[in-house]
């Protein structure tokens, strides 16, 4: 079985900056996309950013060039960069793990079938 453990939430000031990462056990990691989705209060959860197993990196136009992914195959890590943070980015923030050689989907929760606990992110204004 799986276990993704994500850490590195905090409260934070607009602005500021915060590192997600996500620690992966149990499964084969550098042959699976690793997706970080995020969910607000009242909201439904979204797709924030997503690595493929190719090293394709893809993010939601609210993030982008202001988040960066990556990953570690070699410490099955994957972390979320989060710059220039905004009180909107407030939201629990889940780490997921697809199936092995996916090709599509990236960006989509269905196409994930490992996920972590979630960490919350609080941005002040």
């Known amino acids: 079985q799986v276990q993704l453990v994500e850490s590195g939430g905090g409260l934070v000031q607009a602005g500021g900056s915060l590192r997600l990462s996500c620690a992966a056990t149990?499964?084969?990691?550098?042959?699976?996309?690793v997706g970080w989705f995020r969910q607000a209060p009242g909201k439904e959860r979204e797709f924030v950013a997503a690595i493929t197993w190719s090293i394709s990196t893809y993010y939601s136009e609210s993030v982008k060039g202001r988040f960066t992914i990556s990953r570690d195959n070699a410490k099955n890590t994957a972390d979320l960069q989060m710059n220039s943070l905004k009180p909107e980015d407030t939201a629990v923030y889940y780490c997921?793990?697809?199936?092995?050689?996916?090709?599509?989907?990236?960006?989509?929760?269905?196409?994930?079938?490992?996920w972590g606990q979630g960490t919350q992110v609080t941005v002040s204004s």
């Open positions: 997921a793990l697809g199936r092995p050689f996916t090709t599509t989907g990236y960006a989509t929760s269905p196409s994930y079938f490992f």
């Open positions: 149990g499964r084969t990691f550098s042959n699976r996309n």
